[in-house]
Nanobody, 124 residues
Framework: QVQLVESGGGLVQAGGSLRLSCTAS????????MGWFRQAPGMEREFVAA????????YYSNFVKGRFTISHDNDKDKVFLQMNSLTPEDTAVYYC?????????????????WGQGTQVTVSS
């Protein structure tokens, strides 16, 4: 099994920045992609960003492109989401995800493993 633990959420004013982190532990076999999804109140969970194992490919949803940046550490067990120019519409619970394919996370909205989520609240 794989455990994913997120950190870095909180309350920020519109226009501000936050950096989310996620650490994977357990049976963290190589080759897996990592990513982020979010779920706002009353809404379905949606894809935010993903990065493949090597880091050579990253994928973003249209609504965060140019504002958010996904990266991971050299060990590939930590993934980060740098969020800039935040708006109230970014308010949601953000979930870390780990799956065999970053492209599949974007295309199918699916992940093998999920974290518990971290709350991000952007005030106007």
């Amino acid at each position: 099994q794989v455990q994913l633990v997120e950190s870095g959420g909180g309350l920020v004013q519109a226009g501000g920045s936050l950096r989310l982190s996620c650490t994977a532990s357990g049976r963290t076999y190589s080759g897996y992609a990592m990513g982020w999804f979010r779920q706002a109140p009353g809404m379905e969970r949606e894809f935010v960003a993903a990065i493949n194992w090597s880091g050579s490919s990253t994928y973003y949803s249209n609504f965060v492109k140019g504002r958010f940046t996904i990266s991971h550490d050299n060990d590939k067990d930590k993934v980060f989401l740098q969020m800039n120019s935040l708006t109230p519409e970014d308010t949601a619970v953000y979930y870390c995800a780990r799956h065999t394919s970053a492209l599949a996370m974007r295309a199918q909205g699916y992940s093998t493993y999920w974290g518990q989520g971290t709350q991000v609240t952007v005030s106007s």
